[in-house]
């Protein structure tokens, strides 16, 4: 789906070096242990204020936990992984210096809802004028995966080409903002939606119906230089 509403997470200092911290000890993939004191000691902080900050964490719905035999036991949500990957993508931007980058995903069926969105009036027209072409009424989705996914974090952190939002019938569309891409030297735009949950899917659009035109099906794996 395009457009379903943001959610804002307010960050003070410290979370994202905790948060660093228990993903380092591996409670990214399972529930592990966690000792205020020692969390403390690792981010010289008291055992109060780290357990403080453990709270804090759970409110936010970064981590999650439970109690064990003997210590409490946390894991990072997915929530907390978003956030991680901005901090990761935000760094990548200052070291490198890139014109474009690679992704690679897998390709799924969506939902159907891509044509209703494509579709509109107040989106085919700034297409055709800000893309130069004029989109075929639906998306090629690629499910991204692994050390992909901070790429994905990078075009939400990217200007890109903005394509305003409006009102049409009661309803208001939300602004996207596109990249140019190419798959197979099939020149496509990639379309990021600016009101979004965390999302591993990636859409694109193209004059052309992609599935046809290079032969593809569920499960390809798709690989695309985009611009930046």
Not at 46 to 73: C, F, H, P, V, W
């Amino acid at each position: 789906m395009l457009f379903p509403p943001i959610t804002l997470v307010k960050l003070k200092p410290g979370h994202i070096e905790t948060l660093k911290h228990l993903a380092l000890k591996g409670n990214i993939y399972e529930y592990n242990p966690l000792s205020s004191s020692e969390l403390g000691k690792r981010l010289g902080l008291s055992q109060q204020s780290a357990s403080k900050k453990i709270l804090e964490l759970l409110n936010l719905e970064l981590i999650k936990r439970k109690m064990g035999a003997r210590r409490q036991l946390v894991k990072i949500t997915a929530k907390g992984m978003e956030v991680l990957r901005k901090e990761f993508s935000q760094y990548q931007k200052i070291f490198d210096s890139m014109e474009h980058i690679i992704i690679r995903g897998t390709l799924i069926s969506g939902l159907g809802e891509g044509q209703y969105y494509i579709s509109q009036d107040g989106y085919m027209d700034q297409f055709q004028q800000k893309l130069w072409f004029k989109p075929y009424p639906g998306t090629l989705n690629l499910r991204i995966e692994g050390n992909d996914l901070s790429k994905l974090q990078i075009l939400k952190d990217t200007e890109g080409i903005s394509i305003e939002g409006f009102q049409s019938e009661g309803r208001t569309f939300g602004r996207v903002k596109c990249f140019l891409t190419d798959i197979q030297n099939v020149e496509c735009a990639v379309i990021i939606p600016l009101r979004t949950h965390y999302t591993d899917v990636l859409e694109i659009i193209s004059r052309h119906y992609l599935r046809d035109k290079l032969k593809l099906k569920d499960g390809d794996i798709i690989e695309i230089v985009v611009s930046l």
